[in-house]
């Protein structure tokens, strides 16, 4: 979020833009011209079982339930991740560094004069398939990349002397990571024995325990021949269990979903047992920390930068959460306070405590957002992930607080900020509001630092209010470039987000709220509703429209709330209404 104006990030984002879509050209050339087969999407077959008894997976470990065991990756450059997952809970992801390609092998036993189809789900960036030392002719086959799993398949023949072979995997210099799940490598047993050649049965006995306005216990009868559960809400996939129950949480009040469970091993998953329905109860109001279902944020600036000054309680009723922009830095790393600017006009702290409070009162969330374009927090350590979620708690309890909003435009740590997260979720429990906007060019990818954090968090997860501005052009999730400020804009970055792993409830746009409010990417109210209506009903598309819709898209944010009221409220006059009659 902007203090001042950005321009300059323009610049940046279209150049990044153009260095992808340049890049991903010359991969492709170079590709085709390799002696590789083409992906081969045809799943007929898929770990059926061969029409010889004898034929089996003689692939080990092959769906990444034990980490990294009978794997060997170049560099140390793959590991073992529960999301984004095929099947079971687990799968591989693979990140090429320098002259790297993040190759991931196993030698397998096999057997000679013996032919064996080999298969693997892949997803993300460029992702090869391929066999090696096969005695006869060694094969490959890849995919350019894709925003969900696409299978890969080939077959080769061993020679008269063969009795092993190294399978691999591999990615694309200089490109983002891959992910890997459920490799098969069917034929005669070589004499290494096989993988579990049975999916594990369907879950039986799925019942639902507890049920509070954001959470619900489940649980089930566990099967003897699974490693792994996986849970799914309304067809999504929300959870994964070692064991036969779990909390599902993230949910909305007054609100009925529909769960079912699937098991898996190493062999893949099984199909989806018997739905059962479960409505939430009502909630206590959304200034405890309950979120509408659909909800509108703004952001309010704490400074004067030439946008009306306000005050808390100047704030249009439109919006549902306030983010109080911005928190301040200390000498501690990863340490955060808060200093109420004297131009915003309040005569003493406790007054503006006494804002919060009232906003509350009427059913709104007020947090701290952490971050902005000055903001110089930085989270990377152990010692500073726990000074983040000690102090972001302090001005929590002092000043009333709702939560956190992660703006940090220096870069993210996923790894020790969805530590400081957690930490910090701990100690406010499950009510607190955690929200993120992020760039546009942050989530361009799952394997991005912020969106790596968004999946870590997702079962505390608010709203990911990605920034459609000041970027220039970028990619949508059909490979395509798209301007800013178009409505195939919002809409094509939005899948990117909806369909790499986060609930459309936890999916809003954030744009500015007049054309003074950014450098650049201003579009009209009735361009942001046209989006919202695009994702949630199908209608008001432009020439992108996604292949279904996304009725519990949790709504639009701006920055700001003062840009806003420059502006005579008209974005929030007009998004507003429409956010609050989403389906």
């Not at 220039?472 to 409505?487: H, N």
């Not at 939005?494 to 609930?503: H, M, R, S, T, V």
């Amino acid at each position: 979020m902007d203090r001042v104006r950005k321009d300059r990030l323009g610049v940046r984002r279209r150049i990044s833009a153009v260095m992808a879509v340049g890049a991903a050209t010359a991969l492709a050339v170079t590709a085709l011209a390799a002696p590789a087969q083409s992906a081969d999407t045809n799943t007929a077959g898929t770990k059926a079982a061969s029409t010889r008894a004898a034929d089996v997976n003689v692939a080990k470990n092959a769906g990444f339930e034990a980490d990294l065991n009978n794997w060997t990756c170049a560099a140390n450059s793959g590991a073992a991740v529960t999301s984004p997952v095929h099947g079971g809970a687990k799968a591989l992801k693979a990140t090429p560094s320098g002259q790297g390609t993040a190759e991931c092998s196993q030698i397998v036993a096999v057997k000679p004069n013996s032919t064996y189809k080999l298969s693997s789900w892949v997803q993300g960036s460029y992702a090869y398939l391929g066999a090696r030392g096969t005695g006869t002719t060694d094969v490959s086959t890849w995919t350019p990349g894709t925003s969900s799993w696409q299978q890969l398949s080939t077959s080769f023949t061993t020679g008269a002397n063969t009795t092993s072979v190294t399978v691999y995997t591999h990615g694309w210099y200089g490109q983002s990571a891959y992910y890997v799940d459920d490799v098969s490598v069917f034929g005669p047993d070589g004499g290494g024995g096989p993988d579990p050649v049975e999916i594990p049965p369907v879950p039986a006995g799925l019942a639902a325990g507890t049920a509070t306005p954001t959470s619900v216990e489940l649980s089930w009868t566990p099967s003897s021949t699974a490693t792994g559960y996986t849970v799914y809400r309304d067809g999504t996939k929300v959870a994964s269990s070692s064991g036969a129950s779990t909390t599902v949480t993230g949910l909305t009040p007054e609100t009925t979903y529909s769960f079912q469970v699937s098991a898996s091993n190493a062999a893949g998953e099984s199909a989806k047992s018997t739905a059962v329905s479960v409505t939430t109860p009502k909630g206590d109001g959304g200034g405890d920390g309950t979120v509408p279902r659909h909800a509108v944020t703004g952001y309010w600036q704490n400074f004067n930068n030439g946008a009306t000054v306000q005050k808390l309680r100047d704030v249009s009723s439109q919006y549902d959460i306030i983010a109080v922009s911005f928190a301040d830095a200390t000498p501690t790393p990863g340490q955060i306070t808060f200093n109420l600017d004297p131009a915003v006009g309040y005569a003493s702290t406790a007054d503006f405590k006494a804002d919060i409070a009232a906003k509350k009162a009427a059913g709104k969330s007020v947090i701290l957002s952490v971050g902005g374009e000055k903001g110089t927090i930085s989270v990377n350590s152990d010692a500073s992930a726990t000074a983040f979620a000690n102090s972001a708690y302090a001005l929590m309890q002092e000043y009333g607080f709702n939560g956190v909003d992660i703006d940090l435009e220096n870069g993210i740590n996923p790894t020790y900020m969805t530590k400081a997260l957690r930490q910090l979720s701990a100690k406010a429990g499950p009510k607190m509001v955690l929200t993120m906007a992020p760039q546009t060019i942050d989530m361009q990818s799952t394997s991005g630092g912020y969106f790596q954090t968004a999946l870590n968090v997702k079962d505390i997860l608010t709203v990911v209010n990605m920034q459609y501005y000041n970027s220039g052009s970028m990619l949508g999730c059909d490979g395509k470039v798209y301007s800013q400020g178009s409505v195939d804009f919002l809409t094509a970055l939005a899948c990117i987000q909806l369909e790499g792993g986060l609930d459309p409830s936890q999916v809003g746009i954030g744009v500015p709220a007049s054309t003074r409010g950014a450098g650049s990417g201003y579009v009209a109210p009735s361009i942001v509703n046209n989006a919202l209506d695009c994702l949630t009903r199908g209608t008001g598309c432009g020439s992108f429209k996604p292949s279904k819709t996304y009725p519990s898209l949790r709504g639009a944010m701006t920055w700001s709330t003062n840009w806003d009221a420059t502006a005579g409220h008209a974005w929030s006059n007009a998004v507003g209404p429409k956010v609050h009659s989403l389906p």
